[in-house]
């Protein structure tokens, strides 16, 4: 029999996260403040983050040390199982071998906890005693409302207004865990209130409910801090997790991955499975290929700029040198398949600018396609989010069975959909539709770029 599911013992948790920042194969960028365009200082960022992860976005040390209160968390879920997806190989007629890393078995049914659990762990131990944040599908305003239930920390969460009706069981579950949710744009903040005069219909955006947040946070007298689910350095480096013990399970399963593919909204589950792999072919000479998959209603990667640009759209938030549709950017309604940033982690985009990772943008249906495909083999409903990196792997698994070739395929199963029925009710209803995101409306976007110096 087959072996398809190579399992780590709770002893084999990481100790250590990965910080990428060790190997860049490219300077680092500045981080701006918004109002000066000048590098920012620890002052100006202490207003939203504590000390402690301040320190992780900037630490040059390959190795930072995971609290031990953290580990146990951890435990609740982790180490989580690599798995060889053998019944969608004979299903796609493939001599590829695809493996899949499901981070669908945390609590909230997603990889996003592997960054919620730190950041709640190092405000609680900074005196914070609330924090306030943005979600787009619900998976991040779920893992933060959890870890902020364990570490007894009041949360405000900012949730895409056109999500918080799309998905209503998620912003449930955030509400069950004591968090109070609100459809962004809202009335509460200035910034929302400026756009619902607007427009009292605005479906809201990531960048919108980010800038609702951080107005939060930064107006509160330093009551509240802010946290983010993905983008920033020290997010992505505690999601590092995945790939160190994908590392270690493939040794187990005496194979190691050709292509490793994650799907790409802020780059948090992609950089969280890839990065570990990226560290092996930067100091082991290894030459695993590394796939990003986005949408192609959102491509920042593909068909973004890469410049420095607003972290939000209010530009309150920090400017980062970036992949980019504009800070302005907002998401068709019709898109159902999450991933819905404006810009891209400033790591993964320079990344992809050197030439270490590839993009690819693939469009709704064939996403949803995929999505269906393999949960008819393996039984898995996937997140839309994760699809995308499912629709790649299958795309890259035909074009061995074309030219007979046995590669290693592995993809970050980075949540399950349990609570997407409405997306996949669309598409089995033929309501979706493929769409490329205007051109027009990108070229218009770079002209309210911030004009810096660097």
Not at 152 to 180: A, W
Not at 252 to 276: H, K, L, Q, R
Not at 358 to 376: D, G, I, N, P
Not at 439 to 454: D, N
């Amino acid at each position: 029999m087959t072996t398809t599911k190579f399992l780590l013992e709770e002893s084999k948790i990481p100790k250590a996260w990965y910080n990428i920042n060790a190997d860049m194969p490219v300077p680092p960028q500045p981080v701006l403040h918004p109002g000066t365009k000048e590098p920012v200082t620890p002052d100006f960022l202490s207003v939203l983050f504590p000390m402690s992860l301040i320190m992780q976005e900037i630490s040059p040390d390959r190795w930072i040390e995971i609290p031990e209160p953290v580990r146990e968390i951890y435990k609740l879920w982790r180490p989580t199982p690599l798995i060889r997806a053998v019944r969608l190989e004979k299903a796609l007629d493939t001599p590829a071998h695809i493996y899949f890393k499901y981070e669908g078995v945390s609590p909230v049914g997603s990889h996003k906890p592997n960054t919620a659990v730190p950041q709640a762990f190092y405000n609680k131990e900074a005196g914070t005693k609330a924090l306030t944040t943005e979600t787009g599908a619900g998976q991040w305003g779920s893992a933060l409302a959890m870890a902020c239930n364990f570490f007894g920390l009041d949360l405000e969460i900012y949730m895409v207004k056109v999500s918080y009706h799309q998905k209503p069981y998620r912003r449930i579950i955030m509400q069950s865990y004591g968090s109070q949710v609100y459809a962004s744009p809202t009335d509460r903040t200035n910034y929302g209130r400026a756009l619902l005069e607007k427009d009292p219909n605005n479906p809201g955006s990531l960048g919108i409910a980010i800038s609702e947040a951080v107005e939060v946070a930064a107006t509160s007298g330093g009551a509240k801090k802010y946290s983010l689910g993905s983008v920033l350095g020290h997010v992505l480096m505690h999601q590092t997790v995945i790939g160190i013990e994908a590392l270690e399970q493939f040794a187990m399963a005496d194979e190691y991955p050709d292509i490793v593919i994650g799907c790409a909204g802020g780059g948090s589950n992609f950089a969280g499975f890839t990065y570990p792999f990226l560290h092996q072919n930067f100091t082991n000479g290894m030459k695993t290929r590394v796939i990003a998959a986005e949408p192609a209603s959102c491509p920042s990667l593909t068909r973004g700029k890469y410049t420095f640009d607003y972290g939000d759209t209010a530009m309150m938030a920090p400017i980062v040198k970036m992949h980019t549709l504009g800070h302005s950017f907002v998401p068709p309604s019709i898109h159902a398949g999450g991933l819905r940033y404006h810009g891209m982690a400033p790591s993964v985009s320079a990344l992809v600018d050197h030439g270490d990772v590839e993009a690819r943008a693939v469009q709704q249906t064939a996403t949803f396609e995929a999505a269906l495909q393999f949960a008819r083999a393996e039984g898995i409903f996937p997140a839309p989010e994760s699809s995308h990196a499912i629709r790649v792997a299958i795309d890259e698994a035909l074009k061995c069975k074309e030219s007979g070739e046995k590669k290693v395929i592995a993809f970050n199963l980075s949540g399950h959909g349990h609570f997407d029925m409405t997306a996949y009710e669309s598409y089995l209803q033929g309501d979706l539709q493929d769409y490329d995101y205007p051109q027009a409306a990108i070229e218009a976007a770079m002209t309210e770029l911030p004009q810096v110096a660097f």
